[in-house]
T-cell receptor
Framework: NAGVTQTPKFRILKIGQSMTLQCTQDMNHNYMYWYRQDPGMGLKLIYYSVGAGITDKGEVPNGYNVSRSTTEDFPLRLELAAPSQTSVYFC???????????FGPGTRLTVL | AQTVTQSQPEMSVQEAETVTLSCTYDTSESNYYLFWYKQPPSRQMILVIRQEAYKQQNATENRFSVNFQKAAKSFSLKISDSQLGDTAMYFCAFMSTGNQFYFGTGTSLTVIP
């Protein structure tokens, strides 16, 4: 039981490039989340999903896109990367919205 | 939008002593959930404790307990018998009825041997 896995662990992008951050959970959780954590700050919700085929915006969705075609996977797409997207990205999952969220180890992204 | 405020950026406590971390929040909702998460140097986020707003009884989990004051919109975390492994960033979080999560900026806790 791997829990929540994220790839890659680190990535450096140039301004204007695109990439997809992968997130997979093996706990059959319905809810999945993407957060970003800027230095010295708390987590901010980017997007979340309450089940396959259903996604919704969080507090800071601009510049990102998501899809949820399966229960297990919830990839986050960055289009036209900007320096403001330099951050650590966390994926999380939970059985319901009020349950414990299980977090992945994070992806440290730098945009230069 | 909801806001979560943690007014103590850093705190320290002697091993085996008790420490209280503060959290206040702003919302117009009547039913919501509150959480404390711990982030050790490994960066892995771990749930410490959870409180449902409609429950008046304060949640407890072993050495961790909360003081939930709904009218004052306050949700403090008390750690008893502090251990070295408690050294971490602690984040207070609010979940709205619309599944939106809001985190505070965190309190860095150091347990001194």
């Amino acid at each position: 039981n791997a829990g929540v896995t994220q790839t890659p662990k680190f990535r450096i992008l140039k301004i204007g490039q695109s990439m997809t951050l992968q997130c997979t959970q093996d706990m059959n959780h319905n809810y999945m989340y993407w957060y970003r954590q800027d230095p010295g700050m708390g987590l901010k919700l980017i997007y979340y999903s309450v089940g396959a085929g259903i996604t919704d915006k969080g507090e800071v969705p601009n510049g990102y896109n998501v899809s949820r075609s399966t229960t297990e996977d919830f990839p986050l797409r960055l289009e036209l990367a900007a320096p403001s997207q330099t951050s650590v990205y966390f994926c999380a999952s939970s059985y319901t919205g009020a349950d414990t969220q299980y977090f992945g180890p994070g992806t440290r992204l730098t945009v230069l | 939008a909801q806001t979560v405020t943690q007014s103590q950026p850093e705190m320290s406590v002697q091993e085996a002593e008790t420490v209280t971390l503060s959290c206040t929040y702003d919302t117009s909702e009547s039913n919501y959930y509150l959480f404390w998460y711990k982030q050790p140097p490994s960066r892995q986020m771990i749930l410490v404790i959870r409180q449902e707003a409609y429950k008046q009884q304060n949640a407890t989990e072993n050495r961790f307990s909360v003081n939930f004051q709904k009218a004052a919109k306050s949700f403090s975390l008390k750690i008893s018998d502090s251990q070295l492994g408690d050294t971490a960033m602690y984040f207070c979080a609010f979940m709205s009825t619309g599944n939106q999560f809001y985190f505070g900026t965190g309190t860095s806790l150091t347990v001194i041997p």
